[in-house]
């Protein structure tokens, strides 16, 4: 059986003066929501300089 997928790319980008707490808390809210929707994280690329994060989600089409 061949399953397909729909993909979705979301960058993430936590406000710079915040703690890391706050940050992780942040993070940790994109997560939920997209779990809540069906994603799946399958992985996670940083920015250094950026202080963004590239999240790279997938959920059968």
Same mark, same amino acid.
């Given at each position: 059986?061949? $399953? @397909?997928?729909?993909? &979705?790319? %979301? ?6 003066? $915040? @703690?890391?707490?706050? &940050?992780? %808390? ?13 994603? %799946? ?21």
């Amino acid at each position: 059986m061949r $399953s @397909k997928w729909a993909y &979705k790319i %979301e960058r993430a980008k936590p406000p710079v003066f $915040s @703690k890391a707490q706050s &940050k992780a %808390e942040f993070i940790n809210e994109i997560l939920n929501r997209r779990g809540l929707d069906g994603w %799946e994280l399958v992985n996670v690329i940083p920015m250094p300089g950026s202080g963004e994060t590239h999240l790279y989600f997938k959920r059968p089409f």
